[in-house]
């Protein structure tokens, strides 16, 4: 029997216990900043916000022979702060490759696998990669980093300053105020890494077969170093993981390289008529209305460059206006193939730069990719605002700057290549195509929080992953992806800083990005979560925000308390493990005779019979034997109804209302689902009912549902219909960790095995065929 009155769907706080963890739905402004008038409460830049500015002239030469670059920069500096600067801070980043590096110095050491010898129980061998072993070597072995030969001011007046590892300081001969601007220049030089065997964001690949270099270059000059009202200087060192925290502005590049070389770089060129062929320039002006990409550089105008040798120098003019950073790409061997895109009415040209070695890959798909993800990003973000957009191959796997990226999956050497890698292609330039967005444009500081860049460009790389093509292979997105990575022990919270994440991918990139897709086909819903990401985003356009900007944001866009969301997902390691314990069915009692006592008649009879029941039913029974020991209880039917029930019965009948009486006739089934959160962290309840007469329904309890409770929680459905089999998460929306306990009843987990046969090695003697001979027969006395 249930009193209508007394359920409850969860269990009140006053009855938990005392080991209750912390509040899951704490509220996050014990850890936000306050806000302020830099920064307002609502996540949107405050009435007096202010960013610094650093414009650049550089005028740099590449020595193909020496592998070296050499460059002069002037930069222009503009103290909007309210602030008044003493000295400021550059960033050296081409020092992390000095042998004496920090990144290099304070490295792990590799794991050695061991792999014991066959035979030997006392001997064990241990494996590593060649290439890790080739890295540490060419490590020891190169003279990496900047050489800083001058700094001046605007009159060529020396400037002290002080090479902090990757930063350097320079002292002002007087105080920069609030308002003014400095000028000053820098010469240097470095060699360039090898990217092949050391590793990094940039540097060169070596071609055997031609003998021909492809360059990229980036982090390439001393960068100003960012000042802002979180921070002050954002100047920690490079370690290597966390990348760059920069500052907006102008750019005006020479480059001077081999004549026979192609260069592509953020911004536009300058003087095409100096440095392509009129063939080229008629070509390149071609593919700016094209439907399809066009070449710019044929492919057998990049195999005759390949064979010649330079005759001189040319020089590349690029502009670029109001971005971070600069990079570009030198070679003799490249291809580059180009197309007009119009983004919202602002004219794009999407181009990619490749070698022969990345055909047929490389023109079918990579310029496409760059046009789709502009349209993608475009639609859940800003217009793309800039004039280009550029994809080079060479030797960095992917790296983003603005307008140009570096990405690196090539076909095999006879032009065949995997899924794997016609799929790993698109979405490299997906994902650094996509990053113009998320860094470039809405400039976070990545140097300090990786995921507010490459969490949200992951998510909208998955997004523009699916609407390339049907079940399109994404390998970051999806719940179910993510669900190995959260239930280990290796993690550090998403709100980690950059330098210390442990499994860099997969907390940086994967949870964040996956994250998001929860909250948005989840928690909010995709109405709710665009709009509140397009205003995070365009609030932040050209700006620098910082994790509690996006939070704040995304709340005051969407009107909904997300901290229980941001609180599980990025300031803790918990992971979704929801269990349904247990589902109890209560039927309402009608308190009529004839309807409950013949239930509970059909209720006992349905009841199994014990073994011993079973077994003793045949046995003779002494009052068989001997009658007069029956009695009144030997025939005495307990569910036989009576007239003093059916009085009692219309007694009660006539205290109640029509409602109650109503009530009483609904014929309701009342289940109490018990659910038990094992993992930590909270989230919406969806489920599945599966009824007896074979059709479905789907209900979604919002996480609110463990505010009072976070570890344990009941919830009451009250149906008319026969539950069958209830499953929690049914449409792996929610990454929980463990299937097993989503269902009841509890269904079996379903797993593949296979046979195989035991191999066996062969022994010394065997590999060296050395058959032992026999003994000959022993002698006769």
């Avoid at 500096?77 to 000095?98: C, E, G, R, V």
């Avoid at 997906?430 to 969490?455: A, C, K």
Wanted: hydrophobic share 35%; proline share 7%.
């Amino acid at each position: 029997m249930v009193c209508l009155l007394c359920l409850s769907t969860s269990v009140p706080a006053a009855a938990q216990s005392k080991t209750q963890p912390s509040d899951k739905f704490r509220q996050l402004e014990e850890e936000l900043p306050t806000p302020n008038d830099y920064r307002a409460a609502s996540g949107a830049p405050g009435h007096r916000y202010w960013q610094q500015r650093a414009d650049y002239t550089i005028e740099a030469e590449l020595d193909d022979a020496g592998r070296r670059l050499t460059a002069r920069e002037t930069v222009t500096y503009h103290n909007n702060s309210p602030d008044t600067l003493n000295y400021l801070w550059l960033q050296l980043d081409q020092n992390i490759f000095a042998r004496e590096s920090e990144a290099n110095v304070t490295q792990a050491a590799p794991t050695f696998t061991p792999t014991p010898q066959p035979g030997d129980e006392y001997t064990e061998s241990h494996r590593v990669p060649f290439a890790t072993i080739d890295r540490l070597l060419s490590q020891e072995a190169f003279e990496g980093g900047h050489r800083i030969t001058a700094v001046r001011d605007a009159r060529g007046n020396p400037l002290r300053y002080t090479v902090v590892r990757t930063m350097m300081r320079i002292d002002l001969p007087t105080p920069l105020a609030t308002g003014q601007s400095t000028t000053f220049s820098v010469d240097w030089n470095f060699l360039i890494n090898d990217a092949k065997a050391l590793g990094g964001r940039s540097g060169y690949e070596f071609f055997p077969r031609d003998g021909n270099y492809i360059y990229e270059i980036a982090q390439w000059f001393p960068r100003m170093a960012a000042y802002n009202d979180v921070s002050g200087w954002q100047h920690k060192q490079f370690l290597g993981s966390g990348e760059f925290t920069l500052e907006f502005g102008n750019y005006r590049v020479r480059l001077t390289v081999p004549d026979d070389h192609v260069v592509t770089a953020t911004g536009v060129l300058q003087n095409p008529q100096e440095v392509l062929t009129p063939a080229q320039r008629q070509r390149l002006k071609q593919a700016e209305t094209a439907r399809e990409p066009v070449f710019v550089v044929t492919p057998q105008e990049a195999r005759a460059n390949e064979s010649s040798k330079p005759k001189g120098k040319k020089t590349w003019v690029y502009h670029a206006d109001n971005v971070r950073d600069f990079a570009f790409a030198s070679s003799r061997k490249f291809i580059w193939d180009a197309q007009g895109h119009n983004v919202e009415g602002n004219k794009v040209m999407a181009m990619s730069l490749y070698p022969v070695e990345g055909e047929p890959l490389w023109s079918r798909y990579s310029t496409h990719a760059i046009v789709h993800t502009l349209n993608v990003y475009s639609r859940y973000s800003f217009n793309y605002p800039y004039p280009v957009a550029i994809s080079v191959n060479g030797p960095v796997g992917g790296m983003e700057y603005p307008m140009i990226c570096f990405n690196g999956p090539r076909p095999e050497p006879d032009g065949t290549y995997t899924a794997r890698t016609k799929y790993g292609l698109i979405s490299v330039v997906i994902h650094e195509v996509g990053h113009n967005y998320f860094p470039m444009i809405v400039n976070s500081d990545e140097r300090q929080w990786t995921w507010l860049d490459e969490g949200l460009n992951s998510f909208l790389q998955f997004i523009a992953e699916q609407e390339w093509e049907t079940n399109y292979p994404s390998r970051r997105g999806e719940p179910q992806n993510i669900v190995e990575y959260m239930a280990s022990e290796a993690q550090v919270p998403v709100m980690t800083n950059s330098e210390s994440v442990l499994q860099f991918g997969a907390n940086s990139y994967g949870k964040p990005a996956t994250a998001l897709n929860i909250l948005r086909e989840t928690v909010l819903g995709r109405d709710l979560f665009d709009f509140a990401f397009r205003e995070y985003s365009r609030r932040w356009k050209f700006k620098r925000p910082m994790p509690a900007d996006f939070f704040r944001t995304m709340e005051d866009a969407s009107g909904v308390d997300l901290d229980w969301f941001w609180r599980g997902w990025f300031y803790t390691t918990d992971h979704v493990d929801i269990s349904i314990d247990n589902v109890r069915l209560y039927a309402l009692d009608t308190r009529d005779p004839e309807r409950e006592k013949a239930a509970r008649r059909r209720e006992r009879e349905e009841r199994p019979r014990t073994l011993s029941q079973q077994r003793n039913a045949p046995l003779p029974k002494r009052v068989d034997e001997f009658p007069t020991l029956k009695d009144f209880y030997n025939t005495y039917d307990e569910f036989a109804v009576t007239e003093r029930d059916r009085e009692e019965y219309q007694k009660f009948l006539s205290t109640l209302n029509e409602r109650e009486r109503e009530l009483l006739r609904t014929g309701m089934n009342f289940y109490v689902l018990e659910f038990k959160n094992l993992g930590g962290l909270v989230m919406p309840l969806i489920l599945r009912l599966d009824y007896a007469d074979g059709t479905t329904e789907e209900l979604r309890i919002p996480a609110e549902v463990w505010r009072y409770n976070n570890s344990a929680v009941s919830k009451l459905l009250m149906r008319k219909k026969e539950i069958a089999s209830i499953t929690l998460d049914p449409h792996l929306e929610t990454a929980d960790t463990d299937l097993s306990n989503n269902s009841f009843p509890r269904r079996p987990v379903k797993n593949r095995f296979q046979l195989f046969k035991e191999r066996t090695r062969p022994n010394p003697m065997q590999q060296q065929d050395r058959k032992p001979q026999a003994p000959e027969a022993p002698k006769n006395p």
